[in-house]
């Protein structure tokens, strides 16, 4: 099956410097990649989402890349502020859904 | 409701007990999955139901652990004999497939279990 991995486990960064979390995948017949973010105690909830014939999308501050042939797709946050502080998790669908496991983001204010 | 719900949300219980969990989804949603997380970890796949189709089993991490999901909707996942190590947040997701069978997952509250 699908194999994601996440880097890095922990990412701590000063409020306005950019964040960058990178994931790689396995399965090359994987066709859509999301991300979530998941506060303490809550739910993990989109935040954004590529699919395979795109290679670059962006909402307000956050940016994601998707490079199929080398089978990476990073996330890229852009003036961090405190509030961005959280879990985030890429993920990969190819037969199923499959998780990275992990970015613990703290934004410093 | 607007959302997917898991019961119970909190559940402890002796070693050697088994547990059920549930997960309503969003209706209309057709495909189910099941993930674990232990505390400060990443999310574990379990398993995932997608309409009629047989269950993807791949991620159930032992014999112990089973799901269903009746009717094409409401699944429960049965943990037999649990272990302490079974001790974890179980969360249910559920997405309406789109383009290239893929779509948003949303996930329910979880349900935490706690093996003593």
């Known amino acids: 099956g699908e194999n994601v991995e996440q880097h890095p486990s922990t990412l701590s960064v000063q409020e306005g410097d950019s964040a960058v979390i990178k994931c790689t995948y396995s399965?090359?017949?994987?066709?859509?990649f999301p991300w979530y973010k998941q506060e303490l105690g809550k739910r993990p909830q989109l935040i954004i989402d590529?699919?395979?014939?795109?290679g670059e999308k962006k909402d307000q501050r956050i940016a994601v890349t998707l490079n199929k042939t080398a089978k990476h797709f990073s996330l890229h946050i852009t003036e961090t502020q405190p509030e961005d502080s959280a879990v985030y998790f890429c993920?990969?669908?190819?037969?199923?859904?499959?998780f990275g496991a992990g970015t613990r983001l703290t934004v410093k204010p | 409701g607007a959302g997917v719900s898991q019961s119970p949300s909190n559940k402890v219980t002796e070693k050697g007990k088994d547990v059920e969990l549930r997960c309503d989804p969003i209706?209309?949603?057709?495909?189910l999955y099941w993930y674990r997380q232990s505390l400060g970890q990443g999310l574990e796949f379990l398993i995932y139901?997608?309409?009629?189709?047989?269950?993807?089993k791949s991620g159930l991490p032992s014999d112990r652990f089973s799901a269903e999901r009746t009717g094409g909707s409401v699944s429960t996942l049965t943990i037999q004999r649990t272990q302490q190590e079974d001790s974890a947040v179980y969360l249910c997701?559920?997405?309406?497939?789109?383009?290239?069978?893929?779509?948003?997952?949303?996930f329910g509250e979880g349900s935490r279990l706690t093996v003593l």
């Open positions: 997701a559920s997405s309406f497939l789109a383009r290239g069978n893929t779509g948003e997952l949303f």
């Open positions: 399965d090359s017949a994987s066709n859509y």
């Open positions: 590529i699919r395979s014939n795109v």
């Open positions: 993920a990969a669908q190819g037969n199923d859904m499959r």
């Open positions: 209706s209309g949603h057709t495909a």
């Open positions: 139901f997608q309409g009629n189709s047989a269950p993807d």
